[in-house]
């Protein structure tokens, strides 16, 4: 197992951003290099700890997506070496971690498709029988899966801030009608192939979010990552209908097992506030965390 990369420190390339995972360097005036590190973030908090491999993982997982969606939207891919860009000290800092991607317009908007009812989408139902402005049928119960996917997207927010609900309204008048009609159009196309194909490898894709930018040309191209644990929620069919039966959120790839830990723990009697810094992950927390992430991409891509 090579080190665990809580904070990559590239020195040959121009540091553009650091966001909750990944550190984004500028290569020239025209790509990215993206460096996803071992960080993990929870209820919009960084974790002191990272998870060894994770970054890696993550990586393989979005090349892996991205070459299976390629014929619905255009990606960020450039095709060229992470390694060719950085000096030959820092490769082990990017290798197998990074993708050279085009640099493009991010849309402010976070493109969430959900197929099922869970986390704030399940609360806001509980509340208003409608996610987003979407109006959903009576009776739906936590993690119980939607007639048809929604499309319930969200303002992208500062790190450290929470990420918002919005409506489809809101999203027109961000980006026009046009624009919103195709980021909806595709997020949905998107979600039902990969959901469809996950689950031939018994794995649920509850729901995920895409992140899209405009090319030199105007042209809408899926960008970040795609379809990753860290961006949608991932149960295994194991388990899947036990939790739902009892109403309880289903076992998953994604960092639920972090959170429901953050959620039990206790400093000075009192329940973690959710804000930073955030508490110490114990080592076995640590490993289980790791280890679901490499049992999702295993998953995934077994022949």
């Not at 951003?17 to 919009?44: C, E, I, P, Q, T």
């Not at 990272?50 to 090349?63: N, S, V, Y």
């Not at 899926?222 to 039966?245: K, Q």
């Amino acid at each position: 197992m090579t080190q665990a990369l809580h904070t990559s420190a590239l020195t040959s390339l121009p540091l553009l951003a650091r966001g909750k995972v990944r550190d984004n360097y500028a290569v020239g005036k025209d790509r990215l290099l993206m460096v996803a590190s071992d960080r993990l973030s929870a209820f919009d908090v960084i974790l002191g700890e990272p998870i060894p491999g994770k970054g890696a993982l993550l990586t393989q997982m979005a090349l892996f997506w991205f070459g299976r969606l390629g014929h619905i939207c255009p990606n960020h891919l450039t095709g060229e070496a992470p390694e060719s860009v950085v000096t030959a000290e820092e490769i082990p800092q990017v290798r197998d971690r990074s993708m050279l991607v085009k640099r493009l317009k991010p849309i402010p908007v976070e493109a969430v498709v959900r197929g099922y009812l869970a986390g704030s989408g399940w609360k806001e139902y509980q509340d208003s029988q409608a996610v987003c402005g979407v109006p959903l049928p009576a009776g739906l119960k936590n993690a119980g899966k939607l007639p048809e996917p929604i499309f319930t997207p969200a303002a992208k927010a500062d790190v450290g801030e929470h990420d918002e609900n919005i409506s489809y309204e809101q999203v027109v008048k961000v980006v026009g009608p046009e624009l919103a009609a195709q980021i909806k159009k595709i997020s949905i196309q998107i979600y039902q192939e990969a959901a469809a194909f996950a689950l031939t490898k018994g794995i649920i894709i509850a729901d995920t979010k895409f992140e899209f930018g405009l090319d030199e040309n105007g042209t809408l191209t899926l960008m970040d990552e795609v379809l990753t644990p860290d961006s949608s929620r991932y149960w295994p069919i194991e388990g899947y209908e036990a939790a739902y039966a009892l109403g309880a959120n289903p076992p998953s790839y994604d960092k639920q097992f972090v959170r429901d830990w953050l959620e039990a723990v206790r400093i000075n009697g009192k329940p973690w506030d959710k804000t930073p810094p955030a508490p110490h992950l114990p080592p076995d927390v640590i490993g289980k965390t790791a280890a679901k992430y490499r049992e999702a991409l295993e998953r995934l891509t077994a022949a």
